[in-house]
C-alpha cells in the first residue's frame, strides 16, 4: 500500500488511538526478530543515513501527509509581529537581567544585551531566508535536515527539545517567582523546601506545573485564539513597559553605574551568553511558517523589523535597571518588582508583577505552539514516534505534540532551578543557530550534482577555517590570554576563510527574500555564536554533551532504524509510481 492510500485509509480513524501501529509502524520494530535484524545492520544504516539530506519538496509536501490533517493558514503579518512580541518580550528580560546583573556583568548588561541582540539578529537574517523559502512548521529540524543531512538534524532536533523543555520549565518557575513576590517579599514562598534533594533540584514548585498545563491548553484549542489573545495581552504588556522605562530612568541614579564593569570585560561576555536567552522566540514566528498566508512577505516582516526593535527595548529596560538599583542590591529573582518597591514605589511593584507575569504567559503561549510545531516535523520524519506528528481535525493543532512537551517540561518546572534551566537553553539555543549560519552557506554555495568537485573542496576548506578560527578565538578568550598576537592570527584566519568563501560561484540565488551580504553575515554569526557558546560556564558544556550523548544513543537504537524504514519505502513508492 502506497503512501497516498495509507492517509485515504486513515481519515476515518479516531484522533485518539494508542496502538503499536501508532507509535512504530515501521518495519524495523514490527517484531523482536526484525529489530535485532535492523540492530545487526546498524553500521550500514548509519553511514547510509549520516549524510543523507532531505529536500525542500518532502519537507512540505510528503511529510505533511503524515499529520493526516492539515494546519490551518490563519496568520497574517499582523500576527506575526505580535506573536514575535509575545514570544520574545518576557521570555527572558523578566527572567534573567536581575540574576545576570549582579553576578556576572553589573551595570554593563546593557552592553550584554547589545551583543546579544547583534548575534540573534544575524541569527535572524538567516532564519527568515529558510522560513520564507521554506514555509514548514519545522523551523530549524527541517532547515537542517535538508541541507546538513539526517544526522546533524537529529542532534539539533533533540537540542530543540531540550530548548523546548527548558525554556518552559524555566517561564513556569519565574512565573511563580514574580506571582509570589506580588505576595510577599520571597520569591520562593509558594515553594516547597526539600533538604535530601540536591541543591538546584530541592525547590518544588508546583505553581509553575498549573501554570504550564494552563497554557498549553489554551494554545491546543486553536492557533487564531492563542493569537489574538497574545496580541491583547502584548498591547498591555507594551504599556507597562515603556512605564517601566520612563519611570526607571526618572528615578536613576548616575552613582549605580559605578563601577560600570566590576566583574570586568568577561564577565559581560559570560552575561551575554545567558542572556540570549531574553533573544529566543524569534524562532517560533519561522515555526508558524506553514500556517501563514503569505509566507514569502508575512515572516521577514514578522522576523526583521520586530527583533529590531526589541532589541531596543531591552538594552533600555536593562539600563534603566541597573541605574534605579545598585547591581548588588537587585533581586536574583524578581528584579524589577522589588526594585521599584526599594526606591519607595510599591504599587509599582505590582503594576511590573503583573506586567512581567504577562509577559511570561504570553510567552508560554507562543512557545507552545511554536515548540510543539517543532516536535510534529520530527514526528513526520519518525525520528520519534509518528503518533505525535497527527494534527487535531477540529482544532487543526498538534495535540498530542504539544501534551508531550508540556508534561515533560512541567516535569521539569516541579524540581529544577531557573540557574540550571538558563544555562542549558542558552548553550542549545546557541548550538543551534551557529549550525543554521553554516546551512545557509551550504545552501548558497553547495547544490548537489551540480557543483563542481573543486568548487565544493574549496568551499568545504574555507568552511573549516572559518569555524576554526572561531573556535580559535574563543577558546583564547577563555583561556584568559591577554596578548594581541592570537587574537590576531585567529582573526586574520577568519577574514581569509570568509574572504576565500566569497569569490567562489553561489550555485543558489533565494527566490523570496535573501540574507544580504553572504558570505560575510553568516560568517559572522558563527563567530558570535561560537563566541558566546565559549563564554558559557563548564557545567553547561557537561550538561550539552551529556544530553547529546544520550541523543545518539537513542538515535542508534531508534531513530537511525525509523528513518532508514521511512526512506527506502519513499525510494521504492516513488520507483513504483514513475513505473506506471
Not at 511563580?176 to 515553594?191: E, G, H, P, V
Not at 494552563?214 to 497574545?230: D, E, F, P, Q, Y
Not at 504539544?402 to 521539569?412: D, G, N, W
Not at 540565488?509 to 558566546?532: A, D, E
Request: proline share 3%; aromatic share 12%.
Amino acid at each position: 500500500m502506497d503512501e497516498a492510500q495509507a492517509t485515504c485509509s486513515t481519515t476515518a480513524r479516531s484522533y485518539w488511538r494508542w496502538s503499536k501501529k501508532d507509535f512504530f509502524p515501521e518495519s524495523s520494530f514490527q517484531t523482536l526478530s526484525s529489530y535485532k535484524t535492523a540492530i545487526s545492520q546498524t553500521c550500514p544504516r548509519l553511514a547510509d543515513r549520516l549524510l543523507a539530506r532531505s529536500s525542500s519538496t518532502n519537507e512540505l509536501v510528503t511529510l505533511q501527509k503524515v499529520s493526516e490533517n492539515p494546519m490551518q493558514k490563519c496568520l497574517t503579518w499582523w500576527d506575526l509581529i505580535w506573536l514575535s512580541f509575545g514570544s520574545v518580550v518576557g521570555s527572558g528580560i523578566f527572567v534573567v537581567t536581575g540574576q545576570q546583573a549582579r553576578e556576572n556583568a553589573g551595570p554593563a548588561i546593557v552592553l550584554s544585551y547589545a551583543i546579544s541582540g547583534l548575534s540573534a539578529l544575524l541569527s535572524v537574517f538567516c532564519y527568515t531566508e529558510f522560513a520564507a523559502e521554506v514555509p514548514v512548521a519545522g523551523g530549524s529540524f527541517s532547515y537542517l535536515r535538508i541541507e546538513l543531512g539526517d544526522f546533524l538534524a537529529f542532534i539539533a532536533a533533540g537540542n530543540i527539545l531540550l530548548e523546548a523543555l527548558a525554556g518552559a520549565a524555566g517561564l513556569g518557575r519565574s512565573w511563580s517567582s514574580y506571582f509570589a513576590s506580588m505576595i510577599k517579599s520571597d520569591s520562593d514562598f509558594l515553594r516547597i523546601m526539600v533538604d535530601s534533594l540536591p541543591k538546584g533540584f530541592n525547590l518544588l514548585d508546583p505553581v509553575a506545573v498549573v501554570v504550564l498545563l494552563v497554557a498549553n491548553g489554551i494554545a491546543m484549542s486553536g492557533t487564531k485564539r492563542t493569537s489574538w489573545l497574545n496580541w491583547v495581552s502584548s498591547l498591555v504588556s507594551g504599556a507597562v513597559i515603556v512605564f517601566v522605562i520612563i519611570f526607571g530612568f526618572i528615578h536613576a541614579k548616575i552613582s549605580n553605574l559605578e563601577p560600570f564593569f566590576p566583574y570586568g570585560v568577561e564577565g559581560v561576555f559570560r552575561a551575554a551568553a545567558v542572556v540570549y536567552w531574553s533573544y529566543t522566540g524569534f524562532d517560533m514566528v519561522a515555526n508558524m511558517a506553514e500556517e501563514t498566508r503569505k509566507p514569502s512577505r508575512d515572516i521577514p516582516i514578522g522576523l526583521v523589523g520586530s527583533m529590531s526593535g526589541i532589541t531596543v527595548v531591552y538594552c533600555l529596560m536593562a539600563l534603566a535597571l541597573t541605574m534605579m538599583v545598585k547591581y548588588s542590591e537587585i533581586d536574583v529573582n524578581a528584579a524589577y518588582s522589588v526594585a521599584f518597591e526599594q526606591i519607595g514605589m510599591k504599587w509599582a511593584k505590582y503594576l511590573v508583577s503583573i506586567c512581567a507575569l504577562k509577559g511570561m504567559t504570553t510567552s508560554l503561549l507562543v512557545g507552545s505552539l511554536g515548540q510543539a510545531r517543532y516536535t510534529t516535523q520530527i514526528a513526520r520524519a519518525h525520528m520519534i514516534p509518528p503518533f505525535f506528528a497527527l494534527v487535531h481535525p477540529k482544532t487543526g493543532t498538534p495535540v498530542n505534540a504539544t501534551l508531550l512537551v508540556t508534561t515533560i517540561s512541567a516535569i521539569i518546572a516541579f524540581f529544577s532551578s531557573l540557574d540550571v534551566l538558563s544555562s542549558v537553553l542558552s548553550f542549545s539555543t546557541l548550538f543551534i543557530f551557529m549550525l543554521i549560519a553554516v546551512a545557509l552557506l551550504m545552501r548558497r554555495y553547495y547544490v548537489k550534482d551540480v557543483t563542481p568537485k573543486n568548487d565544493l573542496i574549496k568551499f568545504l576548506l574555507s568552511l573549516f577555517v572559518i569555524i576554526g578560527s572561531s573556535i580559535g578565538v574563543s577558546a583564547l578568550w577563555n583561556s584568559k590570554e591577554k596578548g594581541w598576537i592570537g587574537y590576531t592570527v585567529a582573526g586574520t584566519l577568519w577574514f581569509l576563510g570568509t574572504l576565500g568563501m566569497a569569490y567562489l560561484s553561489k550555485q543558489r540565488v533565494p527566490t523570496v527574500w535573501g540574507v544580504p551580504l553572504v558570505p560575510w553575515l553568516p560568517s559572522l554569526s558563527i563567530v558570535m555564536n561560537l563566541f558566546l557558546i565559549g563564554s558559557l560556564g563548564f557545567e553547561a558544556f557537561l550538561r550539552f554533551i551529556i544530553c547529546t550523548a544520550v541523543m545518539i544513543v537513542y538515535y542508534l537504537l531508534v531513530g537511525l532504524h525509523a528513518t532508514y524504514d521511512v526512506a527506502h519505502q519513499n525510494e521504492e513508492v516513488s520507483k513504483i509510481e514513475e513505473g506506471k
